[in-house]
């Protein structure tokens, strides 16, 4: 099993912070940082002292790191044309030596299109579309052979005489595709990516998912155990009652409510929940932190969870 930290600057946090949080990661032994990718607070953070840009974040953090992996989970399609993300992404796995991976989704936060200028799409089944095309933009555009050009003509986008630069290091780039689509999103995971992922689902649902994505792959003629599959929890853990109780009220949640749903407790709970999705399919879990500031957290996962996990 695979443990990453998954952070939410939208929330509030400045890329000081961030960069504590992945160093500190780094250090410890987990396998990689992921931030989300969004502009605009949820729920009653006020977002202060305002968002930072995912990916410019990760090219920074890609020159002051040098092993831990880093990422998005997930990359909103409708933020950038797809010739531009697959600049963005190469260069920052250039910067980083190879250690880029790209979650990427459809975009489902209206409200954050609206507060920045940002087209929406008429429809769920449009973003969809665009998504399916970017894809294919963008696997196609690395594959692309440095001698040739790259040209496509789609609904939404069109290439012509694409030099097809900069190349990403790594070929292929790993690419996360995942949610909550009992169709699609399978279909696409199956197609173009390494790595299918939901986010905080009950563990039933996850199981289904994760037998649905396999299917997929069969369909797609692809061998199902190509495809990794990962998980997104909610992390708030204490070494001892008390702290946990605190450290769930420091992230405004219920601690009943986080043991349910999350991988939240005792180290030993946090344990067996993740356990318990590996035994439904994950081969990763992202371990959402929502106090940038806690480090010890941090200290008490990496020596109290992750051992049992790996095996390291």
Same mark, same amino acid.
């Given at each position: 099993?695979?443990?990453? @930290?998954?952070?939410?600057?939208?929330?509030?946090?400045?890329?000081?912070?961030?960069?504590?949080?992945?160093?500190?990661?780094?250090?410890?032994?987990?396998?990689?940082?992921? +931030?989300s990718d969004?502009?605009?607070?949820?729920?009653?953070?006020?977002?202060?002292?305002?968002?930072? $840009?995912?990916?410019?974040?990760?090219?920074?953090?890609?020159?002051?790191?040098s092993t @831990? /992996?880093?990422?998005?989970?997930?990359?909103?399609?409708?933020?950038?044309?797809?010739?531009?993300?697959?600049?963005?992404?190469?260069?920052?796995?250039?910067?980083?030596?190879? /250690?880029?991976?790209?979650?990427?989704?459809?975009?489902?936060? $209206?409200?954050?299109?609206?507060?920045?200028?940002?087209?929406?799409?008429?429809?769920?089944?449009?973003?969809? $579309?665009?998504?399916?095309?970017?894809?294919?933009?963008?696997?196609?555009?690395?594959?692309?052979?440095? %001698?040739?050009?790259?040209?496509?003509?789609?609904?939404?986008?069109?290439?012509?005489?694409?030099? !097809?630069?900069?190349?990403?290091?790594?070929?292929?780039?790993?690419?996360?595709?995942?949610?909550?689509?009992?169709?699609?999103?399978?279909r696409l995971?199956?197609?173009?990516?390494?790595?299918?992922?939901?986010?905080?689902?009950?563990? %039933?649902?996850? +199981?289904?998912?994760?037998?649905?994505? +396999?299917?997929?792959?069969?369909? !797609?003629?692809?061998?199902?155990?190509?495809?990794?599959?990962?998980?997104?929890?909610?992390?708030?853990?204490?070494?001892?009652?008390?702290?946990?109780?605190?450290?769930?009220?420091?992230?405004? /949640?219920?601690?009943?409510?986080? /043991?349910?749903?999350? !991988? !939240?407790?005792?180290?030993?709970?946090?344990?067996?929940?993740?356990?318990?999705?590996?035994?439904?399919?994950?081969?990763?879990?992202?371990?959402?932190?929502?106090?940038? %500031?806690?480090? $010890?957290?941090?200290?008490?996962?990496?020596?109290?969870?992750?051992?049992?996990?790996?095996?390291?």
């Amino acid at each position: 099993m695979r443990v990453r @930290i998954f952070v939410e600057p939208q929330q509030g946090a400045t890329y000081d912070q961030q960069l504590a949080v992945a160093l500190l990661a780094e250090q410890l032994g987990f396998d990689a940082f992921f +931030r989300s990718d969004h502009y605009v607070a949820m729920g009653e953070s006020d977002g202060l002292p305002g968002p930072t $840009d995912s990916w410019v974040t990760l090219g920074a953090l890609a020159r002051e790191t040098s092993t @831990i /992996r880093l990422g998005t989970l997930m990359t909103s399609a409708t933020f950038r044309h797809p010739g531009v993300l697959a600049i963005s992404v190469a260069q920052v796995d250039d910067m980083s030596g190879g /250690r880029v991976e790209l979650g990427i989704g459809t975009g489902w936060f $209206d409200t954050e299109h609206a507060a920045y200028g940002i087209p929406f799409g008429a429809s769920f089944g449009e973003r969809f $579309d665009r998504l399916e095309e970017q894809l294919e933009i963008i696997t196609e555009m690395w594959a692309t052979p440095s %001698d040739r050009r790259y040209s496509h003509a789609g609904e939404h986008y069109t290439l012509r005489d694409s030099p !097809a630069l900069p190349k990403p290091i790594q070929q292929p780039l790993p690419i996360i595709v995942g949610g909550y689509g009992p169709k699609r999103t399978p279909r696409l995971a199956a197609l173009f990516a390494g790595e299918f992922n939901v986010p905080f689902p009950p563990l %039933d649902y996850y +199981r289904t998912a994760v037998a649905t994505v +396999r299917q997929a792959c069969e369909s !797609a003629g692809r061998d199902p155990a190509t495809m990794g599959c990962s998980v997104a929890l909610v992390s708030c853990c204490g070494e001892t009652e008390g702290v946990f109780q605190r450290r769930a009220a420091a992230i405004g /949640r219920e601690p009943a409510e986080l /043991r349910e749903h999350g !991988a !939240a407790g005792s180290p030993a709970e946090v344990v067996e929940q993740i356990r318990s999705f590996a035994g439904a399919g994950a081969d990763t879990v992202y371990l959402q932190i929502l106090d940038l %500031d806690d480090v $010890d957290q941090l200290r008490l996962i990496a020596a109290e969870v992750v051992p049992h996990l790996t095996g390291r």
